[in-house]
Structure formats: structure tokens, C-alpha cells
């Protein structure tokens, strides 16, 4: 089974293809863009990520994207990408948590990991997993706030910003390794690829987006 995953959840936009074998699940081309927006750079990177496989867009079996939490106009982007390609070519479609994907590539190294993002306005978006999947919900809190059962591998650009709030809960790797980057690789690695219809792609937002926040201090939009 070819899989395509997409994901702007974090300011990094990616896109994998992988394929499902008897061994499990391959990587076979990325394609990761820092520093452009997701409405820009994903269907180039669509485009790209097919080219460096040698495959076409038929070929493809599945589409997973990202539904976050973490950017909120970044996962809009990519659920409307996700959705506008399965059903323009029929091919199904899957949605995979944010954290899911950041945890996935971590698992490999260790039996517990906790993904961690930062989720600006001073808190952290979080979930503890095992490699038989999530050990706990998705919480939204203070870095101080954090609880960790164990003592988890602790991954994610929240764990790089709140280093020293965070150091007492695990491991932290070093500020440049890969394991604190969101990729569409772990969502290749990490999807539930049981389909699910379009409309039903929603994104995960944990808290009320920015834009609803500063709406309530805009005198203009009181009725």
C-alpha cells in the first residue's frame, strides 16, 4: 500500500510517501520546507515528494494528514489539501494526530516518549506514548504544569523552548536532533489507515484558536 501523508501542523511543512510491506511501514521519499507557508509550498512539495519516489498520484492507496494540534491555520491548509486530493481522485483518506507523528520516530529509541509542542501563549501542547500507541490524553498546559509518568524520552520544539521546566521529567535530546521536528514521516510511520470521510477530517485544536481569543478584544465585533 502507498501512502501519502501531509503535514503544516508546526512551521515546517512536510510531505512523505511511504509504503506498507510484510515488514511494516517504508519511508521512500520527504520533502520538509521551513519557512514557507503551507498555502505556498505543500502541493509543490506534493508534486516533489511523487517525482523523488518515481510515482504518480494514482499509484497512491492512502492519504493521511495531520490534523494537530499546533498551527491552526497550517492544519486548515493541509486538512483542505488533504481533503480536495481524495476527492478529486478517489483515493481514501486518514487523518493522524500531531503528536502521533513527532512521538513515532522517537519510539524507536525508547519505550516511553513524551511529545511535547509548543503551543505559544506560554503553554505546551502534550500526550505520553508507548509503542502500543497513546498512554494517556491530550493535555494543554503550563511547561511547569507537565506531568510524566516514568521517566519518558521527552521530544518536540516544546521540549527545546522549555527546557529547563521540562528536564525534570525525562530525557530531553539535544536542541538540533531530529527527534523534536514534526515529520510526515511519522505520520507514514504512526496512521491509523482505516479510511474515514472528508468531511469528518477535523482538525484537533485542544484550546480556542488565536483568532477567537483576540476577537473578544476587538470592540468591533461585539454585536
Known amino acids: 500500500m502507498l501512502i501519502l501523508a501531509l503535514d503544516a501542523s508546526t512551521s515546517v511543512v512536510g510531505v512523505a510517501l511511504g509504503r506498507v510491506e510484510d515488514e511494516g511501514r517504508r519511508v521512500l521519499a520527504e520533502i520538509s520546507l521551513d519557512g514557507r507557508g503551507a498555502s505556498e509550498g505543500l502541493l509543490p512539495a506534493v508534486h516533489a515528494a511523487l517525482g523523488l519516489a518515481g510515482e504518480e498520484l494514482g499509484s497512491v492507496q492512502r492519504i493521511v494528514v495531520g490534523v494537530g494540534p499546533g498551527t491552526f491555520t497550517g492544519i486548515r491548509i493541509a486538512a483542505a489539501t488533504a481533503r ?14 500531531t503528536l502521533a507523528a513527532l512521538a513515532a520516530p522517537a519510539l524507536f529509541v525508547s519505550g516511553e516518549v513524551l511529545a511535547v509542542l509548543d503551543a505559544k501563549r506560554g503553554e505546551v501542547f502534550a500526550q505520553p506514548f508507548t509503542p502500543e500507541g497513546p498512554s494517556g490524553g491530550i493535555v494543554c498546559c503550563r511547561p511547569g504544569e507537565l506531568r510524566a509518568g516514568g521517566f519518558p524520552l521527552v521530544v518536540g520544539d516544546g521540549a527545546v523552548r522549555y527546557r529547563e521546566e521540562l528536564s525534570g521529567l525525562g530525557r530531553i535530546p539535544p536542541d538540533g536532533s531530529p527527534l523534536h521536528r514534526v515529520s510526515a514521516a511519522g505520520h507514514v510511520l504512526s496512521a491509523d489507515l482505516e479510511p474515514v470521510p472528508a468531511e469528518k477530517v477535523i482538525p484537533v485544536y485542544v484550546r480556542e484558536p488565536d483568532a477567537e481569543v483576540r476577537r473578544d478584544l476587538n470592540p468591533w465585533s461585539r454585536p
Do not use: D, K, M, Q
Open 84 to 97: 480536495s486530493l481524495a476527492l478529486g481522485s478517489g483515493i481514501p483518506l486518514c487523518a493522524n494526530p
